[in-house]
């Protein structure tokens, strides 16, 4: 009898192939199928199959596919066990049956049950079966001429396949991986090619998801192969394209992405969106997610209630039988009890979970269980097993070829040598390439958080460990060159294709589009994800006689943690100055490092750590007394605070002796004393950290001497004998990162100027009103601007200075055309704001622009903010030399994780010469009766149109202290003047476009 799929028509024209010898059943009813053609049965065996009537085989076949459905809905519940059991029964059915599909259809769901059990051993025994029957079955299915079978068991290799794809990930096989993504493709469109007349619509992935979940295959390819930024990226347009994907797969799709994405933002540090994405997943894997999620509570304060969520889940995992997901829980109690300080629950914890993994053989697995054995042993003081566990720890992690995975454990090599006190020659062969290889990973990242999460949590440790290994080596040479290395940020350039997409109504210009830039009015509206990336470090240059020593640890960091490194010209790090310049830079990496020299002796190197307790100190002084916001803090109330800190000159000079005690090194301070007796006045020049952005460099007080000893609060006026500041003995200004690439500047011609815009929607008293308050034709500003007028041309064009302030028509389709012709100078005074803490791309000046202009920012009611994005994008590359952008701490730029605000947007634009303020400034309300702002302005302007800017503004700085010094009182207060500061890229060695 012959039951089931239709019989074929003629016999079999060869011989019985070798893949059939010896076996009792080689796929559907091949006996049956034998006795059918008379031909002999004994090589087949006897099947059940072959007895059972057509009712009886229709009614088991039925039974078959409502245990498959019933298996897969367990499955979907993480009821492990329970999926297992159906998966077990359904096999014994196929077998009935003598139907090896039926039979690979359970096998390959198993072997996808097992995977997300973390069962690795046994899902690999499942696919592997799954695909060595298939080869039987093919021949079987050929030499018959049962091809409809051949269809059907396809899907199941197809699923067997992907299961070893993520073994294959998970063992960092990524060639392996690859190949195997490559085969599902290629059989894909060899389905599609023979259509739904060959296999059924299944198999023909109708709505797209099959090629979806293969992308997210990609994704943990990507992430093995030490791509995690690519990863990452990957996975936004997967989650994208399941928006729209339709089917039944695109839930458990969606969920499998975002657990992918959540993986990998926590990874990087993102834990705010590593969390948002669990909370999404634990509603429907309350249990598994609920692990991640303690973590959470645990940072938050609450270790006892992350405790007993992790033991409640693993409970409750351990009652499905998704015992990889229990080793997971276990691992993570350990990680709790570790941090507490519980070492002994801790190591039990630890073992627990290896032995799961050991008995599921899962290899990253085990390789986790070493590094965090190698903690507890640590932590014991035991080095010697420490040691050990993380040899074995790299060891499995230079055989799996993931080099992240190698970095990892070797950072923790590291850490563990440097605390048992290794010879520090040897960690720092170890140290040094690792840190480096971090530190140039961040910009593979495109989104600026994953950046900074990733400088944050992995590039900032091994950078911290490894200065500390500089310092005690006396290696300033090293250290030097790390944080020049650390401070050559570059700008934000465009993503690959079209910058942005245009959307609304973009307004006519007069400016053309070039090339692959928009025209300033024509950007279109970014939200959460800008079209930007930011720039790594070009190659440098230590001197004119000495290359960078750091250039062959770089190839050593290429070669063992492969990293690609694009070649680049190599860009000066110094000043190209006509006088005596002192270049002075700072790194933050756990405490604050500086390293200073001069141009006149670029190769004798002097670096210093400054703690970061005295970093700590220098900054809640600077807070308490910089009119800059503090957080819940309205602007009159900052006003009237900075007011009162700088209301004495004794409160005033306190905050001056701090920061010059705290920040500025001795021996520079003797160089800069040494100058001004000599009869020099030298220029210094300054990059500051993200922690020290805010610092007026000019007011800080010259320590005579040092302590010897911790100082008291108040007793650090006994390191002064007077009350010289930096600005007495030396020019001061900043010193751009020498990775922002420079264009040319605008050809000469009239100044520009955009002068208290009025902003739409808002109050002139209001938060965004009037900077300048109310001008009349007496008012010194306007006399200063009619005197100009008098002089010449200026632009917007204007009859009389009146006209030139206050500005309803100030927008960014006026700077665009402005900025299309020759002018000298571009003076703003204004509003600046980051309307978005993320990145310094969306710190913005607030022209006169309406909501409805395109632009990266989200609209303020009316009014619609111009971003450093909105510059960074734009065609407009032809910033005047010489800038003025007055307003609330435009300087701020450096107080960023990445420092490309509206300041530095300017200089990669083509300015040479920038002047801002690096907190926010008080208007002349402040002081009834005195116009403090305006005198700023006048001072600012006129030093930009004169021979050195730097010189004339440093000069009316020392005027000021002067006025200060004979009387402190409101209207002369350093709040107003001190702020200001010049950042001079007129001389920082060539223009150079990236």
Known sequence: MLVGLPPPLTPPDRPLPDELAGASSHGYNCRCVAAHFGLDPAPYGELPACSLAEAEYRRLLGEAAEV???????????????????YGRMRRIAQQLDRSDLELAAVSDLATVCYSAGDLRNARQCAEAVLTAFRVSVAAAVHFGQYAELRMVEGSREVADRVLISLSTEEGDVVRARELIAGQRHRAAQRQAAGPEQYPPELLDPHGTDELELRIFEARVRVAAGDPAGASAALEGILSALDVATGDRVASLRAMAQAERARLRRAGGQDADARADLVRLTADHSAKFAIELAADRASGGDFPGAVAAIIAARDELAATGATGDVAEASHALGMLLLLAGDVRQ??????????????????????????????????????????????????????????????HTDFVAATIGYARGDDLRALLDLLLPLALAAAEYRFEFASPRARTAWARDVAGPATELLMAVLARLREPRLAAELIERTCAVGAYTGAEGAPVGLTGTVPALDVAPAGDRLPLAALGTVTSSLPLRLAPPPALRWSPDSPMELDRWLEVAAERYPLSRPETPAVCTWPAAGRETFILRYADAGHTFLTWRTTGDLDTVHTHPVDAALVATAREYLDAAAPTPQEGESVPDAVARAMDAFGSFAGEQRLARVLGLNLLPADLVARLRQAAAEGRRPLLRVQPSPSLA?????????????????????AEGSCFDGDERVLDVTDVSLLAPVGIPRRPPAAPGPPVYLLDPRIPGQSAFGELGSVLGKQDPASPLIRHLDARLADGPVRPAAARGLDLVRRTDT???????????????????????????????????????AAGLPGTAAPIGAHRPFTAADLALSEVDAMPARVALIGCASASDFGLAEPFGVLLAAVAAGARLVAATVWALPTSAAVPGADPMAELVIAVDTALAGDDPVAELCAWQRTRLARWRERAEPARSPVFWAALTCLDASDDGQTWVR
Do not use: N, Y
């Not at 498959?68 to 159906?86: H, Y």
């Not at 290899?363 to 074995?392: I, K, N, S, Y």
């Not at 006026?814 to 509003?831: D, K, M, Y």
């Open 346 to 407: 801790a190591r039990d914890q630890f073992e627990h979970a290896g032995k799961i993994w050991a008995a599921h053989e899962d290899t990253p697995g085990l390789r986790r269980l070493d590094v965090a054995l190698a903690r507890c042993a640590a932590a014991e003081g035991d080095w010697e097993t420490a040691e050990d566990h993380a040899m074995q720890a790299r060891e499995s992690a230079r055989a799996s070829g993931e080099w992240l995975e190698c970095l």
């Open 811 to 849: 927008d960014r389709r006026l700077l665009a055309r402005l900025l299309a012709e020759p002018c000298s100078r571009l003076v703003f005074v204004g509003h600046v704001s980051r309307v978005r803490d993320e990145h310094g791309a969306q710190t913005a000046l607030h022209l006169s622009c």
């Open 68 to 86: 498959q459905q019933e298996a897969k809905r367990l499955a979907a519940a993480r009821d492990i066990a329970g999926a297992q059991r159906m």
């Open 694 to 714: 805010a610092v007026p460099w000019g007011l800080l007080a010259l320590p005579d001497r040092r302590p010897d000893r911790v100082l008291e609060p108040g």
